[in-house]
């Protein structure tokens, strides 16, 4: 079964300053994809961004971009120019063959004025 | 225009209570699931459907029922309520099943059981 580990349970970072979430998992499938979704006190669960395993070029989106190591089988999370409205919980999932997306943890971030 | 819906947003029940919650979605999605989250943030899946064809069950107790009578519905009956069983339970939904379809989740729904 696959597995997805957030070690940092909190983080904490200075608006504007960039900060990078970890996530690290297990697999043995060679095709899969990877996900970050933020999840905000409204409960609301909000994709931020996804990584096809193939591809060797790491995804971003607009301040969000992620550093994909496969042989390492890590995936961490790069949040630019923070901003307030940053602050949620983080996680990290994984969807392989068997469908369903296995979340990570979870990291709490927040966000200093 | 609410793509996943989930009614109630909160449950608040009684012990030994049957409850269920509705799931909705309107993308004409083939794929629907039921999450899980605790109290410690952890999500874990529990069931999913395939136009209404059940294709995941994880281990969960057989007091959880979830019907499909429609692939725009999934719903989740929970029989014998207990006090474990407080949670946020998510719906979502998914285009298809394959492994690059993004998730569509509902705003939850927040189950205290008293």
């Known amino acids: 079964a696959q597995t997805v580990t957030q070690s940092q349970p909190e983080m904490s970072v200075q608006e504007a300053e960039t900060v990078t979430l970890s996530c690290t998992y297990d697999?043995?499938?060679?095709?899969?994809?990877l996900f970050w979704y933020k999840q905000p006190p409204s409960r609301q669960m909000i994709l931020v961004i996804r990584q096809e395993a193939y591809k060797q070029q790491n995804a971003t989106e607009n301040r969000f971009s992620v550093n994909f190591q496969k042989a390492a089988k890590s995936f961490s999370l790069k949040i630019s120019d923070s901003q307030l409205g940053d602050a949620a919980m983080y996680f990290c999932?994984?969807?392989?063959?068997?469908?369903?997306?296995?979340f990570g943890g979870g990291t709490r971030l927040m966000v200093k004025p | 225009d609410t793509a996943v819906s989930q009614t109630p947003k909160y449950l608040v029940t009684q012990m030994g209570n049957d409850k269920s919650i509705k799931c909705e979605q309107n993308l004409g999605h083939d794929t629907m699931y039921w999450y899980k989250q605790d109290s410690k943030k952890f999500l874990k899946i529990m069931f999913s459907?395939?136009?209404?064809?059940?294709?995941i069950n994880e281990t969960v107790p057989n007091r959880f029922s979830p019907k499909s009578p429609d692939k725009a519905h999934l719903n989740l009956h929970i029989n014998s309520l207990e006090l474990g069983d407080s949670a946020v339970y998510f719906c979502?939904?998914?285009?298809?099943?394959?492994?690059?379809?993004?998730?569509?989740f509902g705003s939850g729904t927040q189950l205290s059981v008293l």
């Open positions: 979502a939904s998914s285009q298809t099943r394959t492994v690059n379809e993004k998730l569509f």
């Open positions: 697999t043995s499938e060679s095709d899969y994809y």
């Open positions: 459907y395939n136009n209404k064809e059940l294709i």
């Open positions: 999932a994984y969807r392989g063959a068997g469908n369903m997306l296995t």
